[in-house]
Nanobody
Framework: QVQLVESGGGLVLPGGSLRLSCIAS????????MAWYRQAPGKQRELVAT???????NYADSVKGRFTISRDNAKNTVYLQMNSLKPEDTASYYC????????WGQGTQVTVSS
């Protein structure tokens, strides 16, 4: 069973930055497509960013130019660097890995508020 554990969330002022991390227990992490999703209270979970096993990335329009997804296969970790944070970025952020099936982490809370 693959486990994903997110960390790095917290409270940050508007305009600030955070870096989320997600470490996976997968033996062949490099084969996994990874993604970050988020869910705000009362809203559906939405895709934020993806990175393929080959390193190609894609972003939701709402975060383009502000967020960067990256992966370190040697550390079984995917990151989400979030800059210029806005109050509307407040949500629980979830890591998802896919190889034959989806695996989800438990989430980490990000709150952007003054």
């Amino acid at each position: 069973q693959v486990q994903l554990v997110e960390s790095g969330g917290g409270l940050v002022l508007p305009g600030g930055s955070l870096r989320l991390s997600c470490i996976a227990s997968a033996r062949i992490f490099s084969m996994y497509a990874m993604a970050w999703y988020r869910q705000a209270p009362g809203k559906q979970r939405e895709l934020v960013a993806t990175v393929t096993s080959g390193g190609s990335t894609n972003y939701a329009d709402s975060v383009k130019g502000r967020f960067t997804i990256s992966r370190d296969n040697a550390k079984n970790t995917v990151y989400l660097q979030m800059n210029s944070l806005k109050p509307e970025d407040t949500a629980s952020y979830y890591c998802k890995g896919n190889y034959l099936r989806d695996y989800w982490g438990q989430g980490t809370q990000v709150t952007v508020s003054s």
